[in-house]
């Protein structure tokens, strides 16, 4: 793909500024709120928050002022995100989707672990497989299946079942230094529903910047403190429909889930590695 088939492009705010993969189609899915719920455990008593999360106001907007690129004027590692069909045809997502559900559901009453069938298990070795051929260094890491249910704003929960709001994730430790060079990860959607991808264009290491703290080394307080910061806060959302695929660092951006708007579930499969913005796959 090139700049003129619309697929490169450069999301900027202010000082930040992003890469984004997104065909035509599935820019119009990118959407951005400005102001941010800092008091989400107050305000939504329905679902369980941490005291301390945060999420975007729903006031999604229309975003001015793409700018359009050459996939050469974006070398930029892995701090991009992206939306782009995944490599499985439509027409057989939602019977694996459909069992994966079941599967899970039963694990979760019985308490052992999931059984899968030879379909479940062909999809999951043909997404491994493209996967490892989009990372140089094939070292990739399954995350695996995850389910979760329509109509929630925030998807991401402790062990305790606190929802995080906007969050950063630590697969690879929880100290500061070095997340330049951690994984980022691809997230297949399997379907039947729409999901999106929350996150924000500030990276930690910019966010610790503007709080002029150079031996902040806590992670969720750099979060945290930024964004209370009496400044915009732009989080943008992206569309993920059923059998598309989402790649970020989310290592690096602050970021969430959300089936708010759909009514049907989700079934994703994750996968973690070092998938860069250069490697040939991402121009095709």
């Not at 820019?27 to 329905?46: F, I, P, Q």
């Not at 497989?129 to 140089?136: E, H």
């Not at 989402?246 to 996968?271: G, Q, R």
Request: aromatic share 10%.
């Amino acid at each position: 793909m090139t700049a003129e088939d619309g697929f490169f492009y450069r999301l900027t705010v202010d000082d930040a500024s992003i890469p984004v993969i997104a065909r035509g189609s599935d820019r119009v899915g990118v959407t951005v709120s400005r102001t941010l719920d800092l008091d989400v455990a107050a305000n939504e008593a329905a679902t369980r928050y941490r005291p301390s999360a945060i999420l975007p106001h729903e006031h999604w907007q229309p975003i001015d002022g793409w700018t359009t690129c050459t996939g050469q004027e974006l070398q930029c590692g892995k701090l991009f995100v992206g939306v782009l069909p995944g490599p499985f045809q439509r027409g057989g997502l939602e019977a694996i989707a459909q069992e994966v559900r079941d599967s899970i559901e039963s694990a979760i009453s019985s308490g052992i672990p999931p059984v899968f069938s030879d379909q479940v298990r062909e999809a999951e070795a043909q997404l491994l497989l493209w996967a490892s051929a989009i990372d140089p260094r094939r070292e990739i890491i399954p995350v695996g299946f995850n389910m979760n249910c329509g109509g929630r704003r925030s998807l991401t929960a402790d062990q305790k079942g606190f929802h995080l709001g906007l969050h950063l994730d630590s697969w690879d430790g929880p100290s500061f230094a070095g997340r330049e060079a951690r994984t980022n990860r691809v997230s297949l959607n399997f379907g039947p529903g729409t999901r999106h991808f929350y996150f924000m264009l500030v990276p930690v290491w910019s966010m610790r910047k503007a709080l002029n703290s150079p031996g902040e080394l806590d992670v969720s307080a750099i979060i945290n403190s930024y964004m209370r910061l009496p400044i915009d806060h732009h989080v943008f959302r992206l569309t993920v429909p059923p059998g598309a695929v989402y790649v970020a660092p989310t290592e690096c951006l602050v970021h969430d889930a959300s089936t708010l708007n759909s009514d049907k579930f989700c079934v994703t499969y994750t996968i973690r590695g070092h998938f860069p913005f250069s490697f040939r796959y991402w121009q095709q």
